[in-house]
């Protein structure tokens, strides 16, 4: 498949180019396409840093990359190398206490910050003594609006600025004399599209991964089984640890190897940072979190009823709206999976016993009190305990998705 990033040089006052600044793009077109922030990152994580790498792409000069609230909260910045790029910590990110905690923890890692389109208030104080650049977007405040501001700013001596959205000789010469140390804007020159070639990632075998990861225990040879079956989740995981992100103290010479090296809290944000970036592309975040519900919901109706068949419920649960994520036939995506006779006859409608779990969960989904009583009946259950099950259904994934 082919991946497209767009890249806009940043300027010292001789117009020298001193880094760029990479921005996502799903297309040739030069535009910011329809996603949020933080998946933007995760793609331009995913496609770039664990594709060729971001010295490939800025001729080794430092890269400015976006780093939004929920990216922050993900920590995907530590799957980028700070020698090589500067966090720019995007205006969505607010002052918080907690937030401080997040960007201390980078400053304390090497990684050089920045500050985007910045508006001055006192709660920002703390955070000034570790940021080492500043953007003021001079289209949305105006150089003359600001003058005060940079004077006092200018006195830091930890502290760098840069004028962005400069399109005439007039602002360059202006935002100069004012004391900005670096510039980038259409006066300059326009972001380009780079295009390169990557491997299409397996949706399901990721959501299988991912199912995995949610459990308290993670179990590396079975993780490291279903990074075998997809060779862009191989090649990904083996690009992460040769990325230069982590020290290599010998070579890596299994899939096993390359996931007991990141070990579980690394492996769970990795895997985070995979269903953040290749996840359906319009609707993926509530499917995938019903989905998470109801593999949780269905594991525990077969723990009371028939405990053997609980891992099989979960996963009949984790699967039964693949084909909506992925707008494709069950029996296309299903046919793709190494799943046992009951999961498969399940998942294509056919009645058995997991069939009948995924049956009442629906029916509750749905509010529907006689269709919910029907599939009751047919596993001999009594539905008062339904509610307990779905409330612990949606704190489980909760939870497990925040540990991500």
């Avoid at 910050?113 to 920002?124: N, P, R, T």
């Avoid at 005439?168 to 004399?177: G, M, Y």
């Avoid at 279903?226 to 992460?240: E, N, S």
């Amino acid at each position: 498949m082919k991946v497209f990033v767009a890249r806009q040089p940043i300027f010292n006052k001789k117009q020298q180019v001193v880094a760029y600044e990479l921005l996502f793009r799903d297309g040739t077109s030069n535009s910011f396409p329809n996603i949020s922030d933080d998946r933007a990152t995760a793609r331009l994580i995913m496609d770039n840093q664990l594709n060729l790498g971001t010295r490939y792409l800025t001729s080794g000069k430092k890269a400015l990359i976006n780093i939004g609230p929920d990216s922050l909260k993900q920590e995907l910045s530590y799957f980028l190398p700070s020698k090589d790029v500067i966090l720019e910590l995007l205006e969505t990110i607010h002052p918080t206490p907690e937030n401080y905690e997040l960007v201390r923890s980078l400053f304390h890692s090497d990684y050089r910050l920045a500050l985007d389109d910045f508006v001055y208030s006192k709660d920002w104080e703390p955070f000034l003594k570790l940021i080492r650049l500043i953007k003021f977007d001079i289209m949305a405040t105006p150089l003359s609006d600001i003058k005060d501001e940079v004077e006092d700013l200018k006195q830091r001596k930890n502290l760098k600025l840069l004028a962005e959205k400069v399109e005439t000789l007039e602002e360059f010469e202006q935002a100069k004399s004012m004391g900005f140390n670096f510039f980038q804007g259409y006066f300059f020159a326009q972001p380009r599209v780079i295009e390169q070639n990557d491997i299409d990632v397996n949706y399901a075998i990721a959501l299988l991964i991912y199912a995995e990861v949610l459990r308290p225990n993670i179990n590396i040879n079975k993780i490291a089984e279903l990074f075998a079956q997809d060779t862009a989740l191989a090649y990904k995981l083996l690009r992460l640890i040769n990325s230069g992100v982590f020290p290599i103290k010998s070579r890596i010479e299994s899939l096993k190897q390359a996931l007991v090296y990141l070990g579980d809290d690394r492996v769970r944000k990795f895997v985070g940072l995979i269903m953040t970036a290749h996840v359906a592309h319009m609707k993926p975040s509530e499917l995938t979190r019903l989905s998470i519900v109801r593999s949780r919901f269905c594991e525990l109706i077969a723990k009371k009823l028939m405990p053997t068949n609980s891992n099989s419920a979960f996963l009949v649960g984790l699967f039964s709206l693949l084909d909506a994520i992925l707008d494709k036939p069950m029996e296309v995506v299903i046919n793709k999976l190494p799943f046992p006779e009951a999961i498969q006859e399940a998942l294509l409608g056919k009645p058995n016993f997991l069939y009948y779990i995924l049956n009442v969960v629906r029916a509750y989904e749905k509010g529907s009190w006689w269709a919910l009583q029907e599939a009751c009946m047919l596993l001999n259950l009594s539905d008062d305990c339904l509610p307990d099950f779905h409330q612990a259904s949606i704190r489980w994934a909760d939870m497990y998705k925040d540990r991500i």
